[in-house]
Structures are given as C-alpha cells and as structure tokens.
C-alpha cells in the first residue's frame, strides 16, 4: 500500500470515527418522536356478490320491456330455489333506442332528426351471499335463463367486526418493534420510551366499494322453456387482507 493510499484509509476511519462520536453527543432528552405503524390479517373470502343481467331487444320498445320483466321475475325464482338464504336486488333498469346507420347529408341539406329502429331493454340483479359451495350451482341454475355479469368475493360484515381485535394488536404489535428501532438508532434504551398519543387513522374505514354498473351487454332472446342447461361454472372464493394504520407519538425521558 502507498503512503497516499495509507493517508486516505486514515482520513476515513479518522471521519467515522468523528460522525460516531457525533451521533453519540447529541441529546435526545425529551425528544417527540412520530413513528407510523402497520398491521394487518388475512382471512378466506366468505360471501359473494354476483351481478345477473338480462337484455333484449325489438322493435317494439313493450314487447322487449315485457320479455326483460317476464325473464327477470322467472330468473329471481331459479335463484331464490336454489339459494334461499341469498339477499336479492334488483337495480339498473334501462332502455335504450337503437338507430341505424346514417348516411352523409349532403352539403345545403338539413339532417332530418333520428328516428329509432328498435329499443333495447335489460335489468341487472345483485344476488348477495354466504353459500360459497353452492355457488356455482345457483350461477348455473339462473343462467339459462339470466348472464351472469360479475362477481365479487369478500367477507360478510360479522367477519370484518370478528377481525378488529387481530387487527389491531398487530399494529399496535408492529408499533412497539418501531419504537424499538427508533430508540436502537438513537442510542437509547426502550424503557426510556413513553407513548404520549396513539392515533388509529383510518380505523374501521374499509368498507367493501359500491359495484359499478356494469356497461349493458347484448343478449340474444329466447324463449325461456327453450333455454338449455347450463354447465356449472368453477369459483375460488380467494381471501381478503384487511389493514390498519396508526401513528404514534414517542417521547424519551
């Protein structure tokens, strides 16, 4: 090793040495320190949103409004059969008018106003429920004669209350190791630190979000004593995580 290499080795060890003695000099005597937290838990999905819909369309605006009508009421029957523990809805009802292709007007000439050529008509169905293993076959039941539009799996409010208490002491767990970090990194003792405030920011603010409307979706009609069996479908309910923030504030002796 060189002299000029010896002499850099020296300067930083030298300035090490200097920034620890630093560190260790400053006081920390009734400091306020703010340190965040985070907990979770995670538990298997055990309820089930599913979002039916039925469409059709005609030239006649009543005659399509009166299949939706008939077909909705035969389709709340199939799942309230299968299902008679589930929560029903209904929501979403829409008409639509639905035009033809327009041809260019030409130039000097006055558009002539849109005239319909049929309508379009449908209702959506929310089907809430706790009966994941005969979920599939209440899906299949209701669609041969419903679509099935969307689906969504959660946990039922009971179970989100039940999780509160594992919620919290995992972030109040997970601020007590922080704490311990802090006072590692300053140099102090655990029991130096007092807990001034605790504040759960965001506690119990995790409502499931509202299902969006899904876009409406063409379906073909048919008569409903016609409609074939359909196969059951295959669902993994999954599991949800639920979190908790909270923000502590520290202070040392």
């Known amino acids: 090793m060189t002299v000029i290499h010896k002499l850099a080795a020296a300067a930083a060890v030298s300035a090490a040495l200097m920034g620890a003695a630093s560190a260790q000099s400053l006081q920390t005597g009734g400091t306020l320190v703010v340190i965040p937290a985070y907990g979770e838990v995670t538990h298997a999905n055990d309820q089930a949103v599913a979002t039916l819909a039925i469409e059709e369309q005609d030239k006649d605006k009543a005659a399509a409004a009166s299949r939706v009508n008939q077909k909705m009421k035969q389709g709340i029957e199939l799942v309230k059969k299968a299902d008679p523990q589930a929560s029903l809805k209904t929501q979403g009802y829409y008409t ?58 959660g ?9 509160d208490d594992q919620r919290i002491a995992a972030t109040y767990k997970n601020l007590n190791e922080r704490i311990a970090s802090v006072a590692s990194a300053m140099g102090r003792s655990v029991s130096d630190a007092v807990v001034d405030t605790v504040d759960f920011e965001g506690s119990g603010n995790y409502a499931q979000p509202e299902l969006a409307r899904p876009a409406p979706m063409m379906a073909m009609a048919r008569k409903v004593m016609d409609a074939p069996e359909v196969a059951e479908p295959s669902f993994e309910p999954g599991e949800t995580t639920l979190s908790m923030r909270l923000v502590g504030k520290v202070k040392f002796k």
């Open 96 to 153: 639509y008018p639905v035009y033809g292709d327009e041809r260019p007007v030409p130039m000097g000439q006055q558009s002539k106003p849109r005239v319909p050529i049929g309508w379009r008509v449908g209702q959506y169905l929310q089907v809430t429920t706790a009966n994941l293993s005969g979920l599939p076959k209440t899906v299949a039941s209701a669609q041969s004669i419903l679509t099935l539009n969307g689906l969504q799996f």
């Open 155 to 163: 946990l039922k409010p009971e179970t989100t209350r039940q999780l």
